[in-house]
């Protein structure tokens, strides 16, 4: 959903505030993540004395398998993201890092920037729980449920 933001690009001082949910669908797009609650997005776009920024915290939660143990849980992530909103950019490499937004056409898709900002932000591997046991190599049991003591004998 493209929200104009000509006032707050034109006008310093102004502060637009954003309170939106990603939608089902549009979460739905995402491959590789199943989610378990619509993604909230809460922030603000402000101007200050010519200077726009994009402010938010995004919210969601994931159905994930362990990295380990591969149960399956719910586990909620929170990010809090701030974007430089220009109108253009002076060069393509002046946007290394993503932090700037482009208000093509004086429009930004708040929605798009959270749902990419969320997944960049996820860690890599997701655990059930800190010290989360794993499989058990030998039987293949979730060792955080079963003491199989196959591993007994061994130092692991
Ligand atoms: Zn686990
Ligand atoms: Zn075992």
Do not use: W
Not at 24 to 38: I, K, T
């Amino acid at each position: 959903m493209l929200m104009k933001i000509g006032t707050v690009l034109d006008v310093p001082g102004t502060v637009v505030a954003l309170d939106l949910c990603v939608s089902e669908e549009r979460l739905a797009q995402v491959q590789g993540y199943v989610f378990d609650s619509p993604m909230r997005v809460v922030g603000q776009i402000a101007n200050h004395a010519g200077a726009v920024t994009l402010e938010f915290r995004v919210t969601a939660s994931l159905r994930v398998a362990c990295d380990r143990c591969l149960k399956e849980t719910v586990q909620e992530f929170s990010y809090a993201e701030t974007h430089i909103v220009v109108r253009r950019l002076v060069s393509e490499d002046e946007d290394e890092d993503g932090s700037y937004v482009l208000a093509e056409g004086e429009c930004i898709d708040p929605e798009e920037i959270a749902v990419t900002d969320f997944l960049l932000e996820l860690p890599t591997k997701i655990l059930c729980k800190e010290d989360c046991k794993g499989l058990c190599p030998v039987c293949g049991c979730n060792r955080n449920e079963t003491d199989c003591g196959c591993m007994k004998d061994q130092t692991e």
